[in-house]
């Protein structure tokens, strides 16, 4: 079946350092999507990219769909700390049915 | 204000007391969602509905049951909780492929 690829699983940095997290779907997806999940809060709908190579920003969020959207990334720019939480990615199966991957979780240390 | 709202935030159970979980949704979808998330992971997709039509995902514990008595509700029913359905359980709607989570209830199972 469909499998959505998610690296790093964790990752620290220094706040105003760059932070970015890649996704990789086994098969072409029809959109992806991003999600945020603060520590002990529900995922909360980032952005969805539908075009192969869009790019869409979002304030220090970059996020880029490949050309052949197998292949998905977000960037932050100078992180704060209220950037802390796991970042998800997740491709779209029939009935809407999301397909997460693994998530990356954030830590910015002041 | 709340446009998925889960009902309790919190549930503690005892081992094998079946217990049930509601949320409801004011922003008249027609599909809703439960996962099951677990620290450290993914939302993992239970069920969902299409209307009424319901659909079990292929690797859903039968100890997992739902009910959607209308558009604006649906349960959760655990008929005999284990010590490893102790998780964050999350609702959610959507429309067009976005998804709205709810808060979601964390389980305790004793």
């Known amino acids: 079946g469909q499998q959505v690829m998610q690296i790093p699983q964790y990752q620290h940095v220094q706040e105003g350092e760059d932070f970015t997290t890649y996704c990789n779907s086994s098969t072409t997806l029809s959109n992806i999507q991003w999600y945020k999940q603060r520590p002990g809060g529900h995922p909360v709908f980032l952005i969805q990219l539908v075009k192969s190579g869009e790019v869409k920003k979002q304030k220090r969020l970059t996020f880029q769909f490949g050309e052949a959207k197998k292949n998905s990334s977000l960037h932050i720019t100078a992180t704060q700390t209220t950037d802390v939480g796991t970042y998800f990615c997740a491709g779209t199966g029939g009935y809407n049915k999301l397909i997460f991957g693994a998530g990356t979780r954030l830590a910015v240390h002041p | 204000d709340a446009m998925v709202i889960q009902n309790p935030r919190y549930q503690v159970t005892q081992f094998g007391k079946p217990v049930t979980l509601s949320c409801s949704q004011t922003l008249n979808h027609n599909v809703m969602y439960w996962y099951q998330q677990k620290s450290s992971q993914a939302p993992k997709l239970l069920f969902h509905?299409?209307?009424?039509?319901?659909?079990n995902e292929a690797d859903t514990p039968d100890n997992f049951q739902s009910r959607r008595p209308n558009t604006s509700f649906c349960f959760l029913d655990i008929r005999s909780p284990g010590l490893g359905d102790a998780a964050m359980y999350l609702c959610a709607t959507s429309v067009r492929d976005t998804q709205y989570f709810g808060p979601g209830t964390r389980l305790t199972v004793l």
């Open positions: 509905y299409y209307d009424k039509d319901f659909n």
